[in-house]
């Protein structure tokens, strides 16, 4: 019985006196690659037969690069030459 009461005083005069341990986290940052979209678009008026505007349409879409915006421009020319319209830059 004295040998348990013996543990029990060491293990809370243990206790009581210790440190407080100091968990380190290993902080790993994580670079996130974000990748930034700007608005990329084409403005399109519309002309009638007599070269009078009619009314005008944005085309919008995000681009992450100018190329790809570029690449985009092109294709909202292409589709509208596809439809019947005449391009004129």
């Known amino acids: 019985m004295k040998k348990i009461i013996l543990?029990?005083?060491?293990g809370v005069a243990g206790l009581v006196s210790a440190k407080p341990a100091v968990v380190k986290k290993s902080e790993k940052q994580t670079e996130k690659k974000e990748?930034?979209?700007r608005l990329?678009?084409?403005l399109v008026t519309f002309y009638d037969n007599q070269d009078?505007?009619?009314g005008s349409q944005w085309f919008l879409t995000d681009a992450p690069t100018l190329s790809s915006c570029q690449a985009y421009q092109t294709f909202?020319?292409?589709n509208l030459s596809q439809t019947g319209y005449h391009i004129t830059p």
């Open 52 to 54: 009078n505007p009619i």
């Open 76 to 78: 909202v020319q292409w």
């Open 35 to 37: 990748t930034k979209f």
């Open 7 to 10: 543990l029990a005083a060491f």
């Open 40 to 42: 990329c678009g084409v």
